[in-house]
């Protein structure tokens, strides 16, 4: 029977230490509660583990996040520059209009490739 259980942590030298303390009665041969014992079990280790799992899952979802946003802006102005190539084509005048408005396509093509890169997965080293 354990009586009692506590997570605490303890800081000794500066170092951070997650501990998880036990503590239960010694009984003798009538039964009677003649002692006690404690079990002081590190666990900051696995703390730091599951943390760590937790913000890998976490960028994990902003990777997707990214790219289901880069992707949904690419296609529309994938369309959208096409047409505007299509009109500079056939305008006589003010081309210079067109020009900024697909250079500025160009640039935002380029931004959302740099979010695709950042998107891809990355191999963890632990």
């Known amino acids: ?11 000794a030298c500066s170092h ?3 501990v998880k303390i036990s503590c239960f009665p010694l ?10 014992a404690s079990i002081i079990r590190d666990f900051t280790e696995e703390k730091q583990a599951q943390e760590l799992l937790l913000r890998t899952e976490k960028l994990s979802v902003v990777r997707e996040l990214a790219a289901g946003i880069a992707h949904e802006i690419r296609n529309p ?4 520059k096409g047409f505007l190539q299509l009109l500079k084509s056939q305008a006589l ?5 067109y020009d900024i408005m697909l250079s500025e396509m160009d640039r935002i093509d380029l931004i959302l490739g740099e979010m695709l890169m950042l998107a891809k997965p990355q191999i963890a080293h632990f």
């Open 16 to 18: 951070e230490r997650n």
């Open 27 to 36: 009984r003798d041969e009538r039964d009677q509660v003649s002692g006690w």
């Open 93 to 97: 005048e003010n081309g210079i209009y």
């Open 77 to 80: 102005l994938t369309s959208v």
């Open 1 to 11: 029977m354990i009586l009692a259980e506590v997570e605490s942590e303890q800081s």
